[in-house]
């Protein structure tokens, strides 16, 4: 049972290209969220999915875009890298919406740096 | 707004010290749910407890303690005889019943254990 699986590790691109970095979960969970972690500031969140077909913008959403066509993927996309998005990017997943109070389960993180 | 506030940004102790590190949420709602995680140096984001808005009861396991007091809207983690392998930074997140597809967390408390 691998859980969430996050890809790449780290990755360092050059402003202006794009990318997709990709998460995987094997729970058969229902929600699944993208979360950058920037030095004082914690974990914002970059948007989210509640099932299938089904996406929304947090906190943080421009310049990130997301799909989820399948109930264990949900990649997140960068446009046109800047290098503001440099962070270590986490992605969650949890059995049902956070407001049935289900603990979120972490991948290991994507380190980015945008040069 | 919802929101989590963790004040402390880094705490250091000596090895077998006691240490509380605080939370505190506001919320509009009357259901919702807190939780705790931990991330180690290594980088991963350890699940390590969730309390709900009707049970006040403290929580205790092994050297970790949990004080949730909805009076004061705060949800504290004490460590007792703390270790070096509790070096990590600690974050308190919050989801709440009304506007359900969201985990909210706080900036994290940095602790270093000294041996």
């Known amino acids: 049972n691998a859980g969430v699986t996050q890809t790449p590790k780290f990755q360092v691109l050059k402003t202006g290209q794009s990318m997709t970095l990709q998460c995987a979960q094997d729970m058969n969970h229902e929600y699944m969220s993208w979360y950058r972690q920037d030095p004082g500031m914690g974990l914002r969140l970059i948007h989210y999915s509640v099932g299938a077909g089904i996406t929304d913008q947090g906190e943080v959403p421009n310049g990130y875009n997301v799909s989820r066509s399948t109930t264990e993927d949900f990649p997140l996309r960068l446009l046109s890298a800047a290098p503001s998005q440099t962070s270590v990017y986490f992605c969650a997943s949890s059995y049902s919406k956070p407001q049935r109070g289900q603990p979120q389960h972490f991948g290991d993180g994507t380190r980015l740096s945008i040069l | 707004a919802q929101k989590v506030t963790q004040a402390q940004t880094e705490i250091s102790v000596v090895e077998k010290e006691d240490v509380t590190l605080d939370c505190v949420y506001e919320?509009?709602?009357?259901?919702?749910?807190l939780f705790w995680y931990k991330q180690p140096p290594s980088g991963e984001l350890v699940f390590l407890i969730r309390r709900n808005s009707f049970d006040e009861q403290n929580e205790i396991s092994g050297r970790y303690s949990w004080n949730f007091q909805k009076s004061t809207s705060s949800f504290n983690f004490t460590i007792t005889a703390s270790q070096v392998v509790d070096s990590a930074v600690y974050f308190c997140?919050?989801?709440?019943?009304?506007?359900?597809?969201?985990?909210?967390f706080g900036t994290g408390t940095s602790l270093t254990v000294i041996p």
């Open positions: 919320t509009r709602d009357t259901t919702y749910y």
């Open positions: 997140a919050h989801t709440y019943w009304d506007t359900g597809n969201q985990f909210y």
